[in-house]
């Protein structure tokens, strides 16, 4: 890759109007903006708003989930039109990738998404990449698209990940925008106003999370405002607008980063204390250290591995599916050591 990576989030209450619905206005301004960034990066557009764009096509819509997932379908494809018509303007062409967390758990599957988009842009393409609500089996609120943007930022190695906000960056208690953060410590997310949008799914304190994450594996992260007087994305990447938090150094294999970004997606094993010392003398997961186990997962797939007190200590790749371990059999080797990142 000649290019760095640049990821850019997109919530449902940044693009879209009063009414809920994707503005054309914003979605024009996002497509010549980001055109001038196409020149210098690979760019991946992970984009909220299918929903509000489908919602009106749905009778008597209540926002249960059934209702959402048909929302989406609807809204999928206009949402889509609406950048595709934005971006032609100047000379680039869009492509959809809607995501599921099969896609970031499983390396086989997570490699071949990886060859589509380099394969995308190398043809000058930029891709649109979304939930795919419509056959989730999890509520939409888990992800209002942050943790979609951090795993694709962390798996594909970007140098920069942005998050557009309603609010244009982080508020401090004056309500003024915070233009730079060396650390997310408690006494930055204190600062989070914890009421969410009316439109979205999320609010800071998702960002924040997801940008800690981002941080850890060395991705600068931007939380930036997309209408009208919030700067938009040009001066927020210039660092003139925005919150920037700033990255943590890292040596990390392109391999090990996708443990790690994987690792967001599945289950958490909690282990007993014999357990967790044999993991950080660089030794193999087996079964009969694991004290409890939270969320299913298939074999290949990929966990957060917690102490008692459910402090994340590493990431593994399981040799095993959640349904071997129910016995728990002793010698069974769940995760290999070269399967097994600290952090």
Same mark, same amino acid.
């Given at each position: 890759?000649?290019?760095p990576?640049l990821?850019?989030k997109?919530g449902?209450s940044?693009?879209?109007n009063?009414?809920?619905?994707?503005?054309e206005?914003?979605?024009?301004?996002?497509?010549?903006?980001v055109?001038?960034?196409?020149?210098t990066h690979h760019?991946?557009?992970?984009s909220?708003?299918?929903?509000?764009a489908?919602k009106?096509?749905?009778?008597k819509?209540?926002g249960?989930?059934?209702?959402r997932?048909?929302?989406?379908?609807?809204?999928?494809p206009?949402?889509?039109?609406k950048?595709?018509?934005a971006?032609e303007?100047?000379?680039?062409?869009?492509?959809?990738?809607l995501?599921?967390?099969?896609?970031?758990?499983?390396?086989?599957?997570?490699l071949e998404?990886?060859?589509t988009?380099?394969?995308?842009w190398e043809?000058?393409i930029?891709?649109?990449?979304n939930?795919n609500?419509?056959?989730?089996d999890?509520e939409?609120?888990f992800s209002?698209n942050? =943790?979609?943007a #951090?795993?694709i930022a962390?798996?594909?190695?970007? !140098?920069?990940?942005?998050?557009a906000t309603? +609010? @244009? &960056? %982080?508020?401090?208690n004056?309500?003024?925008?915070?233009?730079?953060?060396a650390k997310?410590?408690?006494s930055?997310m204190n600062l989070?106003?914890?009421?969410?949008?009316s439109?979205?799914?999320g609010?800071?304190?998702s960002?924040?999370t997801?940008?800690?994450l981002?941080?850890?594996?060395g991705?600068k992260?931007?939380?930036?405002?997309i209408k009208?007087?919030?700067?938009?994305?040009?001066?927020s990447?210039e660092?003139? =607008?925005?919150? #920037?938090?700033?990255?943590?150094p890292i040596n990390? !294999?392109a391999r090990n980063?996708?443990l790690i +970004? @994987? &690792? %967001?997606?599945?289950?958490?094993l909690?282990l007993?204390?014999?357990?967790v010392k044999a993991?950080?003398?660089?030794?193999s997961l087996?079964a009969v250290?694991i004290?409890?186990i939270?969320?299913?997962?298939?074999?290949g797939?990929?966990?957060e591995?917690?102490?008692?007190?459910?402090?994340?200590?590493?990431?593994?790749?399981?040799?095993?599916?959640?349904?071997a371990?129910?016995?728990?059999?002793?010698?069974?080797i769940?995760a290999?050591a070269?399967?097994?990142?600290?952090?």
């Open positions: 890759m000649t290019k990576i990821v850019i997109f449902t940044a693009i879209s009063k009414n809920g619905e994707p503005d206005n914003i979605i024009g301004q996002i497509a010549q903006e055109s001038q960034l196409q020149k760019i991946v557009l992970v909220s708003g299918a929903v509000g489908g009106k096509f749905i009778y819509y209540d249960s989930l059934s209702k997932k048909a929302a989406a379908a609807i809204g999928n206009r949402l889509i039109i950048y595709n018509e971006f303007k100047h000379g680039i062409q869009v492509a959809q990738s995501c599921e967390r099969r896609h970031f758990a499983n390396r086989e599957l997570f998404l990886k060859e988009y380099q394969e995308l043809n000058d930029i891709p649109i990449a939930e609500d419509v056959v989730s999890r939409l609120k209002d942050d =943790e979609l #951090t795993l962390a798996g594909f190695g970007a !140098s920069h990940l942005m998050i309603e +609010s @244009g &960056g %982080l508020l401090d004056n309500k003024e925008v915070v233009s730079h953060v997310i410590d408690e930055i989070v106003d914890t009421s969410k949008s439109l979205g799914t609010g800071m304190s960002k924040l997801f940008a800690k981002a941080n850890k594996m991705i992260v931007t939380v930036f405002g009208e007087g919030q700067g938009g994305i040009l001066k990447f660092e003139k =607008e925005g919150t #920037t938090f700033e990255p943590e990390l !294999s980063k996708w +970004s @994987g &690792g %967001l997606t599945t289950a958490r909690v007993d204390q014999g357990a993991i950080k003398k660089r030794k087996l250290g004290s409890s939270s969320g299913a997962f298939g074999k797939e990929v966990v591995l917690t102490n008692e007190k459910e402090e994340v200590i590493a990431i593994a790749r399981c040799r095993e599916a959640s349904v371990l129910k016995n728990r059999p002793q010698n069974l769940v290999h070269d399967d097994i990142v600290l952090v």
